[in-house]
């Protein structure tokens, strides 16, 4: 395993560059490992790029060219991972047609490694939901929705672990309360439980038992909220072992990810990409040892 070590901020997000200490150290002349996460979120059945409308996001986006760009990366980089933290359905006639089965299809296409589940993937209810992840070659991450006596009892996963370049990596995924969000006859028996409580226990079970070198919760809770309710932003602030939250459901478009200090004043990365699939988000982790320092360079990338 590599050797894991608190973030410390030692240069501004703004300028699309963290350099932390690092989560690993290279053994003397191997090449320092690299990690490339790609990430989407709210792309909401956009298949096609906007419309040629004259609005701010004509011709933007569409699922083909972000299956351009990914190879693109994917070419040029060995390791990489490419993740969504949910709201696929819901937002053109195809998903009004076809219940959600191209985009699981075009997301199995282009590789996704993993996705949790957003409000508006209950949708069609979940017996389609259930339908449609059969779809997928990838797992859909939920480890605070308790689907016992539904259609979608063990069809999801709590967490993933997954290899790259000798990095070990553990996701998870975490879900927004449904009540009041989702009409209550599509999500039936779903249990909610409380995403800090949850995702600190996943986060600390990846870390300490997994031996996972990087923890990444992908989320559906929303960037930031005035009122009292759990956001990507508390949740960073009420954790111990989560490096990386790529959040979704507010359609926050940042232009570079933010630090949350957690509860031992470690800085926490939360990125989020807007909605349509008008954004690719990119965060490159390298690990280079030595002086035991992390580097993030972060670039979210139009399509």
Same mark, same amino acid.
């Given at each position: 395993?590599?050797?894991?070590?608190?973030?410390?901020?030692?240069? $501004?997000?703004?300028?699309?560059?963290?350099?932390?200490?690092?989560? +690993?150290?290279?053994?003397?002349?191997?090449?320092?490992?690299?990690?490339?996460? @790609? =990430?989407?979120?709210?792309?909401?059945?956009?298949?096609?790029?906007?419309?040629?409308?004259?609005? !701010?996001?004509?011709?933007?986006?569409?699922? @083909?060219?972000?299956? =351009?760009?990914?190879?693109? &990366?994917?070419?040029?980089?060995?390791?990489?991972? @490419?993740?969504?933290?949910?709201?696929?359905?819901?937002?053109?006639? *195809? %998903?009004?047609?076809?219940?959600?089965?191209?985009?699981? #299809?075009?997301?199995?296409?282009?590789?996704?490694?993993? +996705?949790?589940?957003?409000?508006?993937?209950?949708?069609?209810?979940?017996?389609?939901?259930?339908?449609?992840? #059969?779809?997928?070659?990838?797992?859909?991450?939920?480890?605070? *929705?308790?689907?016992?006596?539904?259609?979608?009892?063990?069809?999801?996963?709590? *967490?993933?672990?997954?290899?790259?370049?000798?990095?070990?990596?553990?996701?998870?995924?975490?879900? &927004?309360?449904? $009540?009041?969000?989702?009409?209550?006859?599509? *999500?039936? #028996?779903?249990?909610?439980?409380?995403?800090?409580?949850?995702?600190?226990?996943? $986060? !600390?079970?990846?870390?300490?038992?997994?031996?996972?070198?990087?923890?990444?919760?992908?989320? =559906?809770?929303? %960037?930031?909220?005035?009122?009292?309710?759990?956001?990507?932003?508390?949740?960073?602030?009420?954790?111990?072992?989560?490096?990386? &939250?790529?959040?979704?459901?507010?359609?926050? %478009?940042?232009? $570079?990810?933010?630090?949350?200090?957690?509860?031992?004043?470690?800085?926490?990365?939360?990125?989020?990409?807007?909605?349509?699939?008008?954004?690719?988000?990119?965060?490159?982790?390298? %690990?280079?040892?030595?002086?035991?320092? !992390?580097?993030?360079?972060?670039?979210?990338?139009?399509?």
């Amino acid at each position: 395993m590599l050797n894991r070590r608190i973030f410390l901020r030692q240069a $501004a997000v703004g300028g699309g560059l963290l350099l932390l200490p690092g989560l +690993a150290t290279a053994l003397p002349g191997r090449p320092t490992p690299r990690l490339t996460i @790609l =990430h989407t979120n709210d792309w909401h059945s956009r298949i096609d790029p906007f419309p040629d409308d004259g609005g !701010r996001n004509a011709n933007r986006g569409g699922a @083909l060219r972000r299956m =351009h760009l990914i190879r693109q &990366i994917r070419a040029a980089e060995p390791n990489v991972i @490419l993740l969504d933290s949910g709201d696929i359905f819901q937002g053109t006639p *195809y %998903f009004n047609f076809f219940a959600g089965e191209l985009e699981m #299809k075009l997301m199995t296409r282009m590789g996704y490694d993993a +996705a949790t589940i957003g409000n508006h993937d209950f949708d069609g209810g979940m017996e389609n939901l259930a339908t449609q992840m #059969k779809h997928a070659n990838f797992p859909m991450l939920s480890a605070n *929705y308790d689907f016992t006596g539904t259609p979608l009892a063990g069809k999801t996963q709590p *967490y993933q672990i997954l290899e790259r370049g000798g990095i070990r990596i553990g996701l998870f995924g975490l879900g &927004i309360e449904l $009540a009041g969000l989702v009409p209550e006859q599509l *999500y039936g #028996k779903t249990t909610y439980q409380d995403p800090r409580e949850v995702g600190n226990a996943t $986060a !600390r079970l990846l870390r300490e038992d997994k031996k996972c070198d990087l923890v990444i919760c992908l989320s =559906h809770l929303g %960037f930031k909220y005035r009122e009292d309710k759990v956001d990507d932003v508390k949740l960073a602030s009420s954790s111990r072992d989560i490096d990386i &939250i790529l959040g979704g459901h507010t359609h926050t %478009f940042l232009d $570079a990810p933010v630090e949350v200090p957690n509860q031992l004043g470690e800085p926490v990365i939360v990125n989020q990409v807007g909605f349509g699939g008008l954004r690719l988000g990119r965060l490159d982790v390298t %690990f280079p040892g030595g002086g035991r320092r !992390r580097c993030v360079a972060c670039n979210n990338l139009r399509v």
